[in-house]
């Protein structure tokens, strides 16, 4: 079988005659030039009501090495580029990262632009010493309903954000934002954190910052029944099919105007120190639309 | 009853310090079970020998790797990538007006990384599991799929990030891998009914899946679909249950390179909850919601008294071949052996009972 063995190396197939299992070599984790740095990345990124976003972004090179460097740089699944750069030398180069998008227009959309830079095929040695990359809604948008990594937002008529960074490896940035009349800002909180046995309160803050009122808000949240117990209105444990469970609360808000902000809060047990761990998001939906994600609640020690 | 301390039990007793002792030279390691990242400091010294020693020597691994005419040795070996999942051996000569004593004692020495292979999927709805005995690690991790391989590298990318690490060092560490794959699923995925599962895979083109029991998600499909905006009831980027987090979390350690007898899914008795047994801090232990360390000390969880395991190698997962055996084989802390003395329980996971 060595022989066997060996040839599937050199091919990159290995078959194991005993099993008829098929094997085949993965890509290695590797990273690319240790002195070929990105000192900046600029640009901006125009979010579309029905359509994937627009982009125009920069990358600036440097070579801070004692050689000459020729390769690619470029965003992974996206944009490219052979550079050549000769040693000290720093250079700027326009690439197209991949983007994704999925929605409907007029309604709740997501786009997600990779902005993990790739060089030679491999992730960065360096992290990015600075990122500065504008990003605008469509006409008439309300402000983006959740954004990873977060974004610094300009308060406005219509808001503007800024994906800002020194020193960070550079990653997808997912957005999702709505054209519908209605979104529903939420934030959520716990009551204490960090979490001892005992009883907490979950604190959920709303806020409509879409154009029209918001009727018949279902708002749900869920917790873990190991970590939590949770009785009387709103609360249902949930037995899953065969080996999960979960511990459900839901409450509908008749209506909640343009501009208008309340919070609700429910209370639970926690039935030990819960910590090391993030929350789920709580949601709320209206007219069977996404209407709003809360922040996932990390609890510390 | 005999009691006869070994070397591990006298390593515990002294709180991770590994001795080994008696009419002969003494060898004092710094880890009892260090893995394949971290150096290996041997402290040798005369011990119990009698008469004048005149020559000390230390053997690692087959070779002499120092020797003194002073009464102690102090030697830094490793990291030792070439060992994966075997044993060290290491040996002390004593030279003395009495002839020669020498003392052995071996390191298991534990590098899951560097494993780039994958068993190709064969399930019959386009490699994906079409039945309960075809829900395989390969049909069910899915490293065929690019998908998987990019959210292993956002890992890494954001563990990076949020420890002020880089790149390089992550991928060094086998224990880092496990933290930044334990840490993205917990920052990405949220949990999610398989009534609901079921239904977001039909709406977004898979009605065909029909994995039989329990519908576990494909790693690959989480990435992509179970996020997906068109049900109001994504309120993440990755949905799924007790075994789509832990699918997802195998499945982005494979791709990371880590070898699969290192990473398990596991699953309670009487099922209850599926999770996942990752080698770490040269141990196996839980990784569930969370991050890695939320599971290393003693908790209340009644979930979690691991028993049925399955991998990219044993199973299948479902009901009909649920399988102790594979886990209890695999899994023995410290990897590699019983060296701790105890059978295997689900209890061996714990850093208080396994540091």
Known sequence: ?301 | MNFKPTAGLIGMLLGGVSILSGCSPSVQTNLIHPDADKSIVFNTSKGSVKGNVSLLELEVGGSIVASTSASSLEYTGGPYPIFSNMMLPYKVYAHSNYGVKTNTGSLYIANAKGHYRYTVASGSNNGYPNSTAEQTGPNLYRLDKAVVRTHAQNAVIEYANARGLTTTQVLATADHMVEAVARYVSQHMSWRSDELNRQVFADNGYESYSPGWDFPQPADLTLTISGALNNVSSSDDFMGDGEDHAILRAALLHALGFAPWAIWNVIDSPVSHEYNVVLYQGAFRLMDYGTIDRWLKTHTWDAHQSYFGWNAEHGPRGTADLNHDYLKDNTHNYPGGRSNGNTWSYQGYYQDVAP
Not at chain 1, 261 to 267: A, G, R, V
Request: glycine content about 10%.
């Open chain 1, 1 to 301: 079988m060595n022989w066997l063995r060996m040839m599937g190396c050199l091919v990159g197939v290995i078959v194991s005659a005993s099993t008829l299992a098929v094997e085949q070599k993965i890509s290695t984790m590797d990273v690319g030039p240790a002195d070929i740095i990105i000192t900046h990345m600029e640009g901006r990124i125009a979010l579309q009501d029905g359509a994937a976003p627009t982009t125009d972004i920069t990358l600036t090179i440097t070579n801070s090495s004692e050689k000459n460097f020729t390769g690619t740089i470029g965003f992974r699944g996206g944009d490219s580029q052979p550079i050549t750069l000769a040693r000290g030398n720093t250079a700027t180069i326009a690439v197209a990262p991949d983007v994704q998008y999925r929605g409907e227009r007029g309604h709740i959309q997501k786009a997600a632009i990779d902005l993990t830079i790739l060089m030679d095929g491999d992730l960065p040695q360096n992290a990015v010493e600075s990122v500065n990359v504008a990003v605008s809604l469509p006409d008439g948008g309300s402000p983006l309903m959740k954004a990873t990594p977060p974004l610094i937002e300009n308060e406005g008529a219509v808001p503007s954000y800024i994906l800002f960074s020194r020193g960070q490896y550079t990653s997808p940035l997912t957005m999702l934002y709505t054209m519908a009349p209605v979104n529903v800002r939420i934030h959520k909180t716990l009551m204490p954190n960090p979490i001892k046995e005992g009883p907490v309160t979950v604190s959920l803050t709303l806020t409509n910052v879409g154009k029209e009122t918001a009727k018949g808000l279902i708002i749900k949240d869920s917790l873990d029944p190991r970590d939590f117990s949770g009785e009387g209105e709103g609360f249902t444990l949930y037995q899953g099919e065969v080996n999960d469970q979960r511990l459900l609360w839901e409450h509908t808000l008749e209506s909640l105007g343009a501009g208008e902000k309340t919070t609700i809060s429910y209370e639970v047990i926690a039935n030990g120190a819960v910590h090391d761990v993030a929350l789920d998001a709580a949601s709320v939906i209206v007219d069977q639309e996404l209407a709003g994600i809360s922040n996932k609640v990390w609890l510390h020690k």
